[in-house]
């Protein structure tokens, strides 16, 4: 499922605590897969899949943001 739309941005992490998300860097498509029950103990469970994509940094560019991702 491909997080493009409105709807996706409300998923709150702790409903899919079990679950990871892949994000692929938009610059220079360096790909990560993220743990959600790691990333709920850093921004809380009430955080939203949108707002993980919004804080992510690439590891191998330093960009912000400027990615997409989906939840696997």
């Known amino acids: ?7 996706c941005n ?3 992490l702790g ?3 079990n679950s990871k998300i892949s994000i692929t860097c938009g610059a220079c498509k360096h790909h990560a897969v993220l743990e959600v029950a790691n990333l709920i103990f850093v921004v809380g469970e009430d955080a939203t899949t949108h707002d993980v994509r919004q804080r992510h940094v690439c590891p191998k560019c330093n960009s912000k943001g400027n990615n997409t991702y989906k939840v696997i």
């Open 15 to 17: 409903t899919i605590a």
């Open 1 to 7: 499922m491909l997080c493009r739309l409105a709807v």
């Open 10 to 12: 409300v998923i709150k």
